[in-house]
């Protein structure tokens, strides 16, 4: 491998004179610059032939990760298989080339297929309507909330500003009904993983708004008291909020509807196998149980006979109020077609067979591993379990050391050190596509890791040995990253 062309920064293969494209001529004439506008020296940019170029960025996208090239047992974020025929439906251009303001008369096709998908995860989830609006499951989650708040202010109950959050919720919960302007309250988990039913009665009162769940929950134990819990939520006169983060063990087997659930988010990059990672796209589509239904914002998609019409529906319980609005018209339209076209690929027969099999394959890693990685809470899990690192403490290794090495086997590590309620956490997920040779493979070299943790613990603490960066100094990256390149006096020369 030629380290010159595949570890170093395009600045440091840059060569004076070399040039890789040429601007055409101006055609449009010169016209003065302001003085103010104007730069004081040459931009310091790279000079490359265009090969350098090409191969340059070419061998560093290999080292980005994701499900196409190795397994990504995450945790926590469902990362699963992204079918290519996702990608090849939202690029067509008869989606690809809409423009969002056209008339809805010129573009019935793409209204059909929200509508569709709208009713689509209805069905899923056993709520009533959705909005298609929200950018990210982040947002979904706050367009949640604010309905629960706009539900409640409406009713002319503005003391209810309390939100119950569990102390195993993803961090989101919190952040969102703070920045919604309600209170959190924390309620403790038992022994066993689970929502603390005799603690939750003592937070319960006539100021309770909510109360947010995520089930199974994040140690993926599935919540067996959720009637209770919501009933006693709505008896005073709270409402039940679904995280939808989860949401990919339950596909055919249960639906939070059912439950008793009034408002839940679905993360479409998590369930439905849209793009995911890097920070985007995302789609977090906002579902409601009946009576709910005005409180979603607009614009949304109505079907009039064989007609597909946008509408912009009034706000609350009042028919004169204005329409609410959290983003620009769709959302990511192309996320959407991406989501829907994995539905209406795998149909509801074959649906109902991802949470089974995500669920098999997360007990058959857990099983295999348990006398070797210390799991805190026995039992049946769902999608996704916590290790609480090696059972052998006495090796000094501990769960960032595992994640390293299994880097240098080309597995991408687990999320670690999430949930917090296990110092060394170490959350598994395999999701339903992966086969069980792919996942022999990985049990294989997690306990050729607790291996070598009594035998070699040097070289899992040196991990990785094997990557183009070795281990990095996390918190000096984080809180002093070098984001800039600096050119030496002898290169600017």
């Given at each position: 491998?030629?380290?010159?062309?595949?570890?170093?920064?395009?600045?440091?293969?840059?060569?004076?004179?070399?040039?890789?494209f040429?601007?055409?001529?101006?055609?449009?004439?010169?016209?003065?610059?302001?003085?103010?506008?104007?730069?004081?020296?040459?931009?310091?940019?790279?000079?490359?032939?265009?090969?350098?170029?090409?191969?340059?960025?070419?061998?560093?996208?290999?080292?980005?990760?994701?499900?196409?090239?190795?397994?990504?047992?995450?945790?926590?974020?469902?990362?699963?298989?992204?079918?290519?025929?996702?990608?090849?439906?939202?690029?067509r251009?008869?989606?690809?080339?809409?423009?969002?303001?056209?008339?809805?008369?010129?573009?019935q096709?793409?209204?059909?297929?929200?509508?569709?998908?709208?009713?689509?995860?209805?069905?899923?989830?056993g709520?009533?309507?959705?909005?298609?609006?929200?950018?990210?499951?982040?947002?979904?989650?706050?367009?949640?909330?604010?309905?629960?708040?706009?539900?409640?202010?409406?009713?002319n109950?503005?003391?209810?500003?309390?939100?119950?959050?569990?102390?195993?919720?993803?961090?989101?919960?919190?952040?969102?009904?703070?920045?919604?302007?309600?209170?959190?309250?924390?309620?403790?988990s038992?022994?066993?993983?689970?929502?603390?039913?005799?603690?939750?009665?003592?937070?319960?009162?006539?100021?309770?708004?909510?109360?947010?769940?995520?089930?199974?929950?994040?140690?993926g134990?599935f919540?067996?008291?959720?009637?209770?819990i919501?009933?006693?939520?709505?008896?005073?006169?709270?409402?039940?909020?679904?995280?939808?983060?989860?949401?990919?063990?339950?596909?055919?087997?249960?639906?939070?509807?059912?439950?008793?659930?009034?408002?839940?988010?679905?993360?479409?990059?998590?369930?439905?196998?849209?793009?995911?990672?890097?920070?985007?796209?995302?789609?977090?589509?906002?579902?409601?149980?009946?009576?709910?239904?005005?409180?979603l914002?607009?614009?949304?998609?109505?079907?009039?006979g064989?007609?597909?019409?946008?509408?912009?529906?009034?706000?609350?319980?009042?028919?004169?109020?204005?329409?609410?609005?959290?983003?620009?018209?769709?959302?990511?339209?192309?996320?959407?077609?991406?989501?829907?076209?994995?539905?209406?690929?795998?149909?509801?027969?074959?649906?109902?067979?991802?949470?089974?099999?995500?669920?098999?394959?997360?007990?058959?890693?857990?099983?295999?591993?348990?006398?070797?990685?210390?799991?805190?809470?026995?039992?049946?899990?769902?999608?996704?379990?916590?290790?609480?690192?090696?059972?052998?403490?006495?090796?000094?290794i501990?769960?960032?050391?595992?994640?390293?090495?299994?880097?240098?086997?080309?597995?991408?590590a687990?999320t670690?050190?999430?949930?917090?309620?296990?110092?060394?956490?170490?959350m598994?997920?395999?999701?339903?596509?992966?086969?069980?040779?792919?996942?022999?493979?990985?049990?294989?070299?997690?306990?050729?890791?607790?291996?070598?943790?009594?035998?070699?613990?040097?070289?899992?603490?040196?991990?990785?040995?094997?990557?183009?960066?070795?281990?990095?100094?996390?918190?000096?990256?984080?809180?002093?990253?070098?984001?800039?390149?600096?050119?030496?006096?002898?290169?600017?020369?």
């Amino acid at each position: 491998m030629n380290n010159k062309l595949y570890g170093n920064l395009i600045f440091e293969l840059s060569r004076p004179g070399c040039r890789g494209f040429h601007l055409p001529d101006n055609p449009f004439g010169n016209y003065p610059i302001a003085n103010e506008l104007k730069r004081g020296n040459d931009a310091q940019l790279p000079e490359c032939d265009e090969v350098t170029v090409v191969r340059h960025y070419t061998n560093h996208s290999g080292n980005n990760f994701g499900v196409d090239n190795g397994f990504y047992p995450l945790g926590s974020c469902t990362m699963k298989y992204n079918p290519v025929i996702n990608e090849e439906v939202a690029a067509r251009p008869a989606f690809a080339n809409l423009h969002p303001a056209q008339p809805a008369d010129t573009c019935q096709g793409a209204l059909a297929a929200l509508y569709g998908l709208q009713k689509a995860l209805s069905e899923i989830s056993g709520l009533h309507e959705f909005t298609l609006n929200p950018f990210a499951g982040a947002q979904g989650e706050l367009v949640g909330l604010m309905i629960i708040r706009a539900y409640h202010q409406a009713r002319n109950d503005s003391k209810r500003t309390k939100v119950i959050v569990p102390d195993s919720a993803h961090g989101t919960n919190p952040a969102s009904a703070a920045v919604c302007g309600l209170d959190v309250v924390e309620v403790k988990s038992t022994p066993q993983g689970t929502v603390d039913t005799e603690h939750l009665k003592q937070l319960l009162g006539d100021d309770v708004a909510a109360m947010m769940m995520t089930n199974p929950n994040t140690l993926g134990l599935f919540e067996k008291d959720i009637p209770a819990i919501t009933k006693m939520i709505h008896d005073c006169g709270g409402l039940m909020y679904y995280d939808g983060a989860n949401l990919n063990p339950l596909l055919g087997e249960c639906r939070p509807g059912d439950m008793g659930f009034d408002v839940m988010h679905i993360n479409l990059h998590k369930t439905f196998s849209t793009p995911h990672g890097g920070g985007g796209p995302g789609a977090g589509p906002v579902g409601v149980r009946k009576g709910l239904e005005q409180f979603l914002p607009s614009p949304h998609v109505v079907r009039k006979g064989e007609r597909y019409e946008i509408e912009e529906l009034p706000f609350g319980f009042a028919p004169d109020t204005p329409t609410m609005n959290v983003g620009t018209f769709f959302g990511n339209f192309a996320v959407l077609m991406r989501a829907y076209t994995y539905i209406l690929t795998l149909g509801k027969e074959n649906l109902k067979n991802v949470g089974k099999l995500a669920t098999l394959n997360a007990n058959y890693i857990k099983e295999s591993l348990k006398d070797v990685y210390d799991l805190p809470i026995e039992g049946l899990c769902k999608h996704e379990f916590v290790f609480d690192g090696l059972k052998n403490k006495d090796t000094g290794i501990r769960t960032m050391d595992v994640a390293k090495a299994l880097l240098d086997y080309g597995y991408h590590a687990p999320t670690i050190y999430f949930p917090l309620l296990f110092h060394e956490a170490m959350m598994i997920e395999p999701t339903e596509t992966e086969s069980k040779a792919t996942i022999d493979g990985f049990i294989d070299v997690m306990r050729l890791i607790a291996q070598k943790a009594e035998q070699d613990p040097q070289q899992l603490k040196d991990a990785p040995l094997n990557t183009p960066i070795g281990r990095v100094d996390d918190v000096l990256a984080a809180k002093h990253p070098i984001t800039t390149y600096k050119q030496s006096i002898d290169e600017q020369v």
